[in-house]
């Protein structure tokens, strides 16, 4: 099956059936019919609302944590489905949006903000400059699905910072 595809009825079930693939397809938000990945990252500011309350260092090991699950999570995911990186598999969005936003953490800036962290994030990770890209071809299995949304959450955070700081 190529990652293009969309899931079977069948697929959706199997994915949903399990606790890898209800994590990697970001508890359903991935099985949108389109845009999967963007939907991924919407879903993921539900939680960062309450994360963001959180001390640095408390965030901190969650993203390891969550980054480490993910891991898991989208091998197995990717193994049921036949395929690497499905689309519908969107727990690395989840953790590169957490990443794109851990400035919000420390700097005092206004909650439109947030939908500046969004789109850097969502801009970096379809245009997958370098490394990302090469990351996104050459790396595989879970760690390669999380690793490129990693790299594009790090440039979302570091172009985020330096557009608030040149901003006020």
């Not at 693939?21 to 919407?42: D, E, M, N, R, Y």
């Not at 049921?80 to 519908?88: K, M, N, Q, T, Y």
Request: include cysteine; hydrophobic fraction near 60%.
């Amino acid at each position: 099956m190529s990652a293009k595809k969309t899931l079977s009825s069948g697929q959706r079930r199997a994915l949903l059936a399990t606790p890898a693939g209800w994590l990697a397809s970001g508890f359903g938000s991935g099985l949108a019919p389109v845009a999967q990945g963007t939907f991924g990252s919407l879903a993921a500011l539900l939680p960062w609302l309450w994360l963001r309350e959180l001390s640095l260092p408390i965030y901190v090991v969650i993203l390891l944590a969550g980054f480490a699950l993910g891991v898991w999570a989208c091998t197995a995911a990717g193994r049921a489905l036949g395929v690497d990186d499905h689309r519908s598999l969107v727990w690395d969005e989840f953790i590169g949006q957490w990443i794109a936003l851990l400035p919000l953490l420390v700097l005092p800036a206004p909650w439109w903000w947030i939908v500046i962290g969004f789109v850097l994030f969502r801009l970096f990770d379809v245009w997958k400059p370098w490394p990302i890209r090469w990351l996104d071809r050459r790396v595989k299995g879970g760690f390669g699905v999380m690793i490129d949304d990693v790299i594009a959450g790090v440039f979302a955070a570091m172009v985020l910072a330096l557009a608030f700081f040149l901003l006020n």
